[in-house]
């Protein structure tokens, strides 16, 4: 099967790409790159030195003996991704290329705009590509749990049965995105939904939770195949962070109360959920959602693993709870399903205290690379 990993240069699309590789699918990486270039203009960068992608792939090559086909180009130019397209012939489409920070989105107008437009126009460039040329390649696309929001009920995969006024229908989940990042999520799931219903396009949206670790299998392989992982207040997520920060001796930086509950998962999970997607595509027709994560911590349970965990190691851990920069419930009722993803056959790795450890030793060997100057968060939600 061909696949195609739309943003392979990225965190969980180079983990991926490895992956499907290794595991003989034959894959190609499309990337316009724009994630280094926008580290660049913020001044921040992994935690990991990350080679450029075509060293990258040709010691994955050396190693293995598996190519991986490369396009460098933006998928918001039309001609560049068809005529990828039409070169390299996928079966499936991993889509991962997006601005993906919701602190990124609300620096100001115009990175909101720019996430907006690249993330909306380049989805749907994919879908009308899909409908004029690969009608039956299954899309898989990278959506984020974060489209539901944290509603007082219980969140369902996708869609929900709701009854009205003594009728009964099925309707997509109600949506109440906390940023304009998470925003532009909901308007690609709503384009992707409705290019299924007319075109009779086949999609997977998966709904994932926020992504921790740095190693899989294949990133391990070699020095030069490393992944990158953020720790920055723009573009790394919570529990990456809290590792780093105890790492450097920094105090953990819970925003607010930090009874934010969210779904988390190991990026050695994410890159099996899309090995399941794909092996097991939509039906044409068929808009299909998964949620993708595989537990379900608040901000302050991270906080306090990573320090049970760091002082474990000897690490003198401190746990700052910081005025929160966003606009969110601290605390809240958050109780999401995940049973497609499992019930296809994944089988979770679960945040236990020997995997916090690696993360902290991955973050011990890298910690002179820190630049302390930007632990703290900079990027406000209020004006
Ligand atoms: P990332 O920033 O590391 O990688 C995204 C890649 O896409 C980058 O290499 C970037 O250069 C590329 N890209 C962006 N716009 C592009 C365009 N117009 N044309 C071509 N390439 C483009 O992000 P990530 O953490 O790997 O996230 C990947 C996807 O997974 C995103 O869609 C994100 O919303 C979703 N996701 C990530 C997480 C997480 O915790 N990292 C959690 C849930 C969902
Ligand atoms: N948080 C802290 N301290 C920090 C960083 C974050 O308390 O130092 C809190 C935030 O306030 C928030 C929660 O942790 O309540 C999660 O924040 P995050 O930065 O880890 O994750 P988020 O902004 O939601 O975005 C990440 C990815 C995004 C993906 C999303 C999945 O960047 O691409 O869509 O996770 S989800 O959270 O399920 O929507």
Not at 305 to 332: C, F, Q, T, Y
Request: net charge negative; with cysteine.
């Amino acid at each position: 099967m061909k696949v195609l990993v739309i943003g392979g240069d990225g965190y969980c699309g180079w983990a991926t790409a490895l992956h499907l590789a290794n595991k003989g699918y034959e894959v190609g990486i499309l990337d316009n790159l724009i994630r280094r270039h926008w580290d660049a203009k913020l001044g921040v960068d992994t935690l990991t030195p990350i080679a450029p992608i075509q060293q990258r792939l040709q010691r994955w090559q050396d190693l293995t003996g598996k190519p991986i086909a490369l396009y460098v180009g933006d998928i918001n130019n039309y001609d560049f991704l068809i005529k990828s397209l039409r070169d390299f012939g996928p079966d499936s489409i991993v889509h991962f290329g997006e601005q993906r920070s919701a602190p990124y989105s609300m620096i100001d107008r115009e990175h909101a705009v720019m996430t907006q437009t690249n993330n909306v126009v380049g989805t749907l460039n994919i879908l009308f590509a899909m409908r004029d040329e690969f009608p039956d390649c299954h899309l898989v696309k990278l959506g984020t749990m974060g489209e539901y929001g944290t509603p007082n009920i219980d969140i369902e995969e996708g869609y929900i049965e709701i009854e009205h006024n003594g009728r009964k229908d099925t309707l997509p989940y109600p949506k109440q995105p906390g940023s304009f990042y998470h925003l532009s999520k909901v308007h690609d799931s709503h384009n992707i939904h409705f290019a299924c219903k007319i075109w009779g396009l086949r999609a997977t949206d998966l709904n994932q939770g926020i992504v921790y670790g740095v190693l899989t299998e294949e990133t391990g392989m070699d020095e030069l195949l490393v992944n990158r992982l953020d720790y920055d207040g723009v573009f790394g997520t919570a529990l990456n962070r809290f590792c780093i920060q105890a790492a450097i001796g920094h105090p953990l930086t819970v925003y607010g109360k930090g009874g934010q509950t969210r779904g988390l998962l190991d990026i050695r999970d994410t890159v099996r959920c899309i090995e399941i997607a794909i092996n097991n595509p939509a039906e044409p027709g068929n808009f299909r959602v998964f949620n993708q994560f595989t537990e379900l911590f608040s901000v302050g349970d991270l906080a306090m693993m990573v320090k049970k965990a760091g002082s474990a190691m000897g690490m003198n851990v401190e746990i700052d709870h910081v005025d929160n920069p966003r606009v969110e419930l601290e605390e809240h009722y958050f109780n999401a399903k995940n049973t497609k993803l499992l019930d296809l056959g994944l089988q979770p790795h679960f945040l236990s205290d020997s995997l916090l450890d690696s993360l902290l030793n991955f973050a011990v060997k890298y910690k002179h690379r820190v630049d302390h100057n930007e632990i703290l968060p900079k990027v406000s939600w209020r004006r």
